[in-house]
């Protein structure tokens, strides 16, 4: 029993030792603080989840192009409009890993970048049709972004607050609703004789693009 409790305390003393050792490490970790209580020079703060709003420019990478309207002219399939170059304004979500925090900085190079994945949904992009709803295409990608400093500590050092940043992202665009021209309809080709009218008929059909974007972030 007494060397029972001779290792049971040794044992404690070292879980004690070892709870100290690693508590002091990851303070040594955290970042300094201004005189707000802010995190300053060194965050990491910014690297994780974020949002951001923006504007975007996609184009179609089917074959078939993605038709607006088209019309019977004289027993041929014209069409009127269509839409393979898409402008939207983008809603974002992103998770950036960023930059080792310890690279050197000051007031004459204290721009900061984190990239990682984000995915986007695009409202106002097709005219596909009414009652389509607010939400016109998806995107998934990859993206980078870059935040300039608040201030900056007596020492030159910059200091980063918030999550304002300036995001460049490129990924597959998916819009579930596009309307193309229906089956056994081709363009600039005789109308079906069982197709009657002067309005072509369209079907909708899944189209996938690629989608550049540029979102702000704050």
């Known amino acids: 029993m007494h ?3 001779h290792l049971s305390a040794r044992l404690a003393a070292g879980t004690a030792l070892f709870l100290s050792l690693a508590c002091n490490a990851v303070g040594a970790e955290k970042p300094p603080k201004d005189g707000t209580g802010d995190a300053v020079y060194g965050t ?3 690297g994780g989840l974020n949002w ?7 184009a179609d990478i089917g074959r078939q192009s993605h038709v607006v309207t088209a019309t019977n002219v004289g027993g041929i399939v014209r069409v009127q409009e269509t839409q393979d170059v898409i402008v939207g304004f983008v809603l974002e979500a992103h998770y ?4 080792p925090y310890n690279w050197p900085r000051n007031r004459y190079w204290s721009t900061r970048w984190g990239t990682g994945p984000f995915v986007a949904i695009e409202a106002g992009g097709t005219s596909s049709g009414a009652g389509q709803g607010p939400i016109s295409a998806y995107a998934l990608g990859w993206m980078i972004g870059w935040k300039e400093p608040s201030g900056f ?3 030159g050092q910059p200091i980063y607050k918030g999550n304002a940043s300036w995001n460049i992202g490129l990924g ?3 819009d579930p609703r596009a309307k193309v021209l229906g089956d056994g309809i081709v363009a600039n080709q005789p109308v079906p004789v069982t197709e009657t009218g002067t309005e072509i008929r369209l079907k909708t059909s899944p189209r996938y693009g690629i989608m550049v974007l540029s979102s702000f972030s704050f």
Do not use: K
Request: proline share 4%; aromatic share 14%; net charge positive.
């Open 3 to 5: 060397r029972l409790r």
């Open 52 to 58: 951001g709003i923006g504007i975007s420019l996609s």
């Open 153 to 155: 500590q007596p020492d």
């Open 44 to 46: 990491t703060s910014w």
């Open 172 to 174: 597959l665009r998916v």
């Open 96 to 99: 950036f890993f960023v930059e």
